[in-house]
């Protein structure tokens, strides 16, 4: 079982960046999907996630209207797109996943740095 993360970078505020999250060894349709953040020396923080049937999304109010979190099932792959990038949004972002029945993310992936900076 194992979750990919890439698409981080370095971007000037008010740019663009799209993550994505490739998941394997899992019944990707099964699992609710997140998109967590951490910059240095503060907590992992949700910004998003997306329920396991797609029908539901829910972000932080700090990134509400600017980020989207999609999901390709063909792809097992989740996304997030982010726009109006701002300096808070500045951090690793990490992917992670709850399977339907349960109340936590188990499945984590590695990361992803995403800085923004002119």
């Known amino acids: 079982v194992q979750l990919q993360a890439s698409g981080g970078g370095v971007v000037q505020p008010g740019g663009s960046l799209r993550l994505s999250c490739a998941a394997s060894g899992l019944t990707f349709s099964r699992y609710s999907m997140g998109w967590f953040r951490q910059a240095p020396g503060k907590e992992r923080d949700v910004v998003a996630s997306?329920?396991?049937?797609?029908?539901?999304?829910w972000y932080a109010d700090s990134v509400k209207g600017r980020f989207t979190i999609s999901e390709d099932n063909a792809k097992n792959t989740v996304y997030l797109q982010m726009n109006s990038l701002k300096p808070e949004d500045a951090a690793v972002y990490y992917c992670?996943?709850?399977?339907?029945?349960?109340?936590?993310?188990?499945?984590w992936g590695q990361g992803t740095q995403v800085t923004v900076s002119s």
């Open positions: 997306i329920d396991w049937n797609g029908g539901s999304t």
């Open positions: 992670a996943a709850r399977w339907y029945g349960g109340s936590k993310y188990t499945i």
